[in-house]
């Protein structure tokens, strides 16, 4: 994991917490699976849907 992965898990969390979107144990998972364009695609897609869900 390098360094833009971590900000980008970090700044998932912060948004989900502001957010109250609960980080469930799978989401985490999910999470971990993800590369940096992923974990940047997801950001964007939870700030502007407002929730993790599609």
Known sequence: MDGREDGLR???E???QVL???LTDARRQEMATLDAA???A???RIQAR???EA
């Open 10 to 12: 970090q700044g998932i």
């Open 14 to 16: 912060a948004v989900c």
């Open 20 to 22: 109250d979107v609960e």
């Open 38 to 40: 992923g974990l940047a």
């Open 42 to 44: 997801l950001l964007a």
């Open 50 to 52: 407002k929730g993790w």
